[in-house]
DNA sequence: GCTTGTGTTGCAAACGTTGTCATTCCAGCG
DNA sequence: CGCTGGAATGACAACGTTTGCAACACAAGC
């Protein structure tokens, strides 16, 4: 039988919801959202409603999208990895992200960033974006050549610092970048180490690329060169971001004849794994070492002694790259600025700090 | 001045590709995917390309949903807790999630539950699922009359049996579920306890209201029972999935005059509040008492001593979470089985049990 | 020359929803 | 009674992309 043109009634959607009933399509898109419900009389209202709940109607995303020309949804670009949540980094920056989001009416997609760099970096970004209006990119940290396929990328899109390479200023990019103040807080770790009386004073930095561990290094050296206090090269030790980094690094430090009263750690897990090496080797952590880390995650206030630490706003930084996004896809007029967000780190002194023992006074 | 027509040249898209190159807009689409990319004319389909490139060319997400008519995104519906990441469950959830729509070429949308009952839950639901073409429920548990609500809900769903409450049977419900086989991973760890030679058992259980909680204690306590072993009154003790819970139940549960010589815990987390206060009371673990846990997150085997545990299969859970939504998105004409996934839970056997001393036989 | 086939293109009609404009109806007023 | 004004509704044209169908050009075969 040739293909008949369907009745309205079969439609789907608000047509036949609109069939069905007698009225028109207007009328029942009226009727369906709250801001333009006052338009139609009270009783037939209700018997729309009904009619849509009882065929379990929803409205089509795509007509809507379509129609209102925006699209309220963000996609977030993660690294594909299994632990990626556990990470203090990702987890909190997501969950600032999902609030942020939630709080203007958003939705947050998460996208992973598929290996296969077969297509351009630029291109990659284009298709992962593609049903979203703006990405904010906190997968694997970038290479020069991947930001300069950045240039002049249209969609909204924010970076977060510890992405970037270390000698990139991220002034020079044509994209925001939200970041923390890295400098800043390890200035200030190294600075109550000092007021504390400490003088020897040693260092587990963080792995070569990153650029967060280069800035928290910056920052420790130049406090501690101020004071005259710079470390002994024995003092210092670099790893991964990791326990491990922390029990080994101090196991090196505190083999030496003249040991450091004090130990700056790149971030809370080095120094949970310094603490726990110390522990071993029958040091008692703050009384014959103080150890201060960086990030305030969930365990430094959990473990013992509760860590000196430095708090990463990453909530905030989170809160920033949405308002960004969202700012930029709702006002694509207005140029967009080219920032960098550094926010501040606030300092958490807790009970891994203490001032040096006239003892140990050199 | 009268608004007049923009020229199609000031068009967005597609359209206004082809008004530039002098060709009809179907060219361009064709050009532009690769399915039918073969259809156009080498040469020209280079020039579109180039343009495409050029001028940042996206094309608009919702004019394709709504022409082709699918949407490949799932969304995933979560609680809104700052910490939410951090908890085993959810983190590595979601991570298979993400895993399993990238296998798949999906995208994954994460939506927070909002607060405001003003709406019925099925609303809230039609709501968040506005546009992804189905939903995994893994926020709050519900109440009752929310699983009613969702009868006959259109859009693909799952639920994950954490989310029921402990008499609900999901085999009558309408909507698919995926769980883990916690009556089997209890058993299995009882069972290993009573082979260890252990007779004296105590429970620290979760909370009430959780199913899995629920689960996990019929587990234990059916093994036990059928070994004759089943613990004192003064041996069990229930509070939050937190290691304050183990902290405490432990404190109770070791002070009488005859102590357990092995503890089942309805998480990892009991169990490392219960090795903790063991340690605090100079009992060592695993010599003078073995602890079993529950979920063998990322901390079971980075702890002193390592935790005999069960693994929950989350990656499982999710990859078949996924494929049940994609399934009935993709096919929406074949009836959606009802079905109970109940995911093995296997155990692992680590440094936290051993064999019962013969000095502790009664 | 006429047919048949093949490769390339354009036309126009969808897809489902929403906003603008016009229309109808009815109440209230002078 | 005629006019004004508001409330309620419908008709219709978008929004940007895809696709079935028709049209066209050109070559090959009779």
Redesign the interface.
């Known amino acids: 039988m040739a293909r008949t043109r369907a009745s309205p009634v079969d439609k789907t959607g608000i047509v036949s919801i609109a069939a069905r009933l007698g009225v028109s399509p207007s009328t029942v898109s009226r009727a369906l959202r709250p801001e333009t419900a006052h338009l139609v009389r009270a009783d037939r209202r209700k018997a729309i409603m009904d009619l849509a709940e009882k065929q379990?109607f929803?409205?089509?995303?795509?007509?809507?999208?379509?129609?209102k020309?925006v699209?309220t949804?963000l996609t977030v670009v993660?690294p594909?990895?299994?632990?990626?949540?556990?990470s203090e980094y990702?987890?909190?920056f997501?969950?600032?992200t999902?609030?942020a989001a939630?709080a203007r009416g958003w939705?947050?997609?998460?996208?992973?960033m598929?290996r296969n760099a077969s297509s351009s970096f630029r291109e990659a970004m284009?298709l992962l974006?593609?049903?979203?209006s703006g990405l904010i990119y906190l997968a694997e940290p970038l290479s020069p050549q991947q930001i300069q396929e950045l240039k002049?990328?249209?969609?909204p899109f924010v970076l977060t610092k510890s992405t970037l390479p270390e000698h990139t200023n991220p002034g020079e990019l044509d994209v925001p970048v939200v970041g923390v103040d890295n400098l800043s807080g390890a200035r200030s770790v190294a600075s109550l180490l000092l007021q504390l009386g400490h003088r020897r004073i040693g260092l587990l930095l963080g792995p070569a690329g990153s650029r967060d561990a280069h800035e928290r290094k910056q920052g420790y050296l130049e406090m501690l060169q101020k004071a005259g206090a710079l470390p002994r090269p024995e003092w210092v030790y670099s790893g991964p971001f990791s326990?491990e980094t922390g029990r080994v690094g101090m196991g090196r430090i505190m083999t030496g004849p003249e040991r450091p009263t004090a130990v700056c750690c790149a971030n809370d897990e080095i120094a949970f794994g310094a603490v726990n090496a110390a522990h071993l080797a029958g040091l008692r952590c703050p009384e014959d070492v103080s150890v201060v880390g960086f990030d305030d995650g969930?365990w430094a206030t959990?473990c013992q002694p509760a860590l000196t630490t430095i708090r990463q706003p990453l909530?905030d930084l989170a809160e920033r790259a949405v308002g960004l996004i969202v700012e930029a896809a709702t006002n694509p007029a207005r140029s967009r600025r080219v920032v960098l967000d550094d926010m501040p780190a606030p300092m958490m002194i807790r009970d891994s700090t203490r001032p040096l023992r006239p003892a140990d006074r050199r």
């Open positions: 379990h929803s409205p089509n995303a795509g007509a809507r999208m379509l129609r020309g699209n949804t993660v594909l990895d299994e632990n990626i949540f556990f990702y987890g909190r997501l969950a600032g999902l609030h939630a939705g947050v997609q998460i996208s992973t598929r284009q974006g593609m049903d979203s002049g990328f249209r969609r326990a969930i959990a909530a």
